[in-house]
């Protein structure tokens, strides 16, 4: 069983930065396939980003360019460096954790909000 924490969400400033991170507990996080996922008021979940085991990364076209993940396998974390950011990017944040082709395994979600 793993169990998922993600931090770093708040408030900030259009144009600003935001580090979140996702903390693992449990289970063998170096496995899994990890994913951020975001949700705004009203929209549906949309895929922000995603890491293999081995560290290939997908982005979603919205954040090409501005979003990195990354993933510390000792540390058991996966991180999401959000940079110029816009207020569309506003929504409640979320990390999945991967088992083969399904992800079981979500966090509580950290809210960021980008407004001047």
């Known amino acids: 069983q793993v169990q998922l924490r993600e931090s770093g969400g708040g408030l900030v400033q259009p144009g600003g930065s935001l580090r979140l991170s996702c903390a693992a507990s449990?289970?063998?996080?170096?496995?899994?396939?990890m994913r951020w996922y975001r949700q705004a008021p009203g929209k549906q979940r949309e895929l922000v980003a995603s890491?293999?085991?081995?560290?290939?990364?997908n982005y979603a076209d919205s954040v090409l360019g501005r979003f990195t993940i990354s993933r510390d396998n000792v540390k058991k974390t996966v991180y999401l460096q959000m940079n110029d950011l816009k207020p569309e990017d506003t929504a409640v944040y979320y990390c999945?954790?991967?088992?083969?082709?399904?992800?079981?395994?979500w966090g509580q979600g950290t809210q960021v909000t980008v407004s001047s």
């Open positions: 449990g289970g063998i996080i170096s496995i899994n396939d």
């Open positions: 999945a954790a991967g088992v083969g082709d399904s992800y079981p395994y």
């Open positions: 890491i293999t085991h081995d560290g290939t990364t």
